[in-house]
């Protein structure tokens, strides 16, 4: 909030002066001059204000109030003007039943990774963001948008075995996340692959789709999800019911991943753990970089239509009680 004509208040210092007269003047009783006013003053009950000074108060607040309303107070609403170019972004996710290995604890694999991956998102503010998972088959969850909490949602909503196929389709990923930056105009076009496995079925194998998106101007960060020794997945056994079985160390496909990385101009990195997986995450928050100019602009809201009518209402206020009921009797 501000004052457009400030100086309006100087006139205040006058009316202090007035409000201090009209102090000092306050309890002193009015009328007819006598050579002995003992009795006269027995018989006028003590107060400290009276009808003269609460005319006065009425008077002096509406005056208050107008000289307000002449230094135009004003409210601002700030807006920005955004300038720039930034990173257009679609997280693959794999979604296939051993991302429930427990290795990532306290957390399964997708569980932590949906956690660092909302950490992510927050992060880029300023950046439009997708969401394609994928098992057996790939599905575009959310398109790119700026949207962040329609962006956090399907995060939130993505789960094991959600496409319906449970293998590992990683090409089929990759083709459809290039896809969706085929026709961007960002400065910057980014994959973000995460797996904790190899490409065991689709119609279009990683390294095929790495080098399309790379000839399109797409970057992949891909990154290897699992514990070198292995994890431990639960399963549901029919017969025994809820049992554990150990995944194998070595199912996750480095090699492939590190070529899909390398051909598309990205960087391969490998999440052993939690703590791994947010490192690698703010590694890439540190690469793909967005630059923006951002001009902060203010619109003023003019106020003193309120102040001046709340002062001419005193002050008719005022007038009317002076001529009806504080009116004085010469």
């Not at 790119?144 to 293998?167: F, N, P």
């Not at 890439?284 to 630059?291: F, G």
Request: overall charge positive; some cysteine; proline content about 4%.
């Amino acid at each position: 909030m501000r004052f457009a004509n400030p100086w309006w208040f100087l006139i205040l210092i006058l009316v202090a002066g007035l409000g201090w007269l009209l102090w000092k003047k306050a309890g002193k009783p009015d009328g007819i001059r006598f050579s002995d006013l003992s009795l006269v003053e027995k018989s006028i009950p003590k107060r400290l204000i009276g009808p003269d000074e609460i005319l006065g108060i009425i008077n002096l607040l509406g005056l208050i109030f107008c000289i307000i309303a002449l230094a135009r107070p004003q409210t601002g609403l700030k807006t920005e003007q955004i300038s720039g170019q930034g990173v257009d972004i679609i997280l693959c996710m794999d979604t296939s039943g051993s991302m429930r290995s427990i290795d990532f604890k306290p957390q399964n694999r997708l569980g932590a990774a949906k956690e660092v991956a909302k950490k992510f998102v927050e992060s880029r503010s300023k950046d439009r963001m997708g969401l394609v998972v994928f098992g057996g088959v790939a599905e575009t969850i959310c398109p790119l948008t700026i949207d962040k909490r329609a962006m956090l949602d399907s995060l939130e909503g993505t789960s094991i075995d959600m496409t319906g196929v449970d293998m590992t389709a990683i090409g089929m990923g990759v083709a459809t996340s290039a896809d969706r930056l085929r026709t961007s105009q960002a400065k910057s076009k980014v994959i973000v692959l995460l797996t904790d496995g190899r490409n065991n079925t689709g119609s279009v194998d990683p390294i095929t789709a790495a080098k399309a998106a790379g000839a399109l101007g797409i970057k992949i960060y891909a990154i290897g999800a699992g514990s070198p020794e292995g994890g431990i997945m639960p399963v549901q056994d029919p017969l025994y019911g809820m049992r554990y079985v150990r995944l194998p160390g070595n199912d996750l496909d480095e090699d492939t991943l590190r070529t899909v990385a390398t051909v598309s101009n990205g960087v391969y990195f490998r999440a052993k753990d939690g703590k791994g997986l947010e490192d690698i995450f703010r590694k890439i928050n540190d690469l793909e970089k967005s630059e923006y100019k951002i001009s902060e602009f203010t619109h003023y809201r003019d106020l003193y239509p309120g102040w001046l009518g709340l002062g001419l209402a005193l002050l008719f206020l005022g007038a009317m009680l002076n001529e009806t009921v504080l009116r004085r009797i010469p």
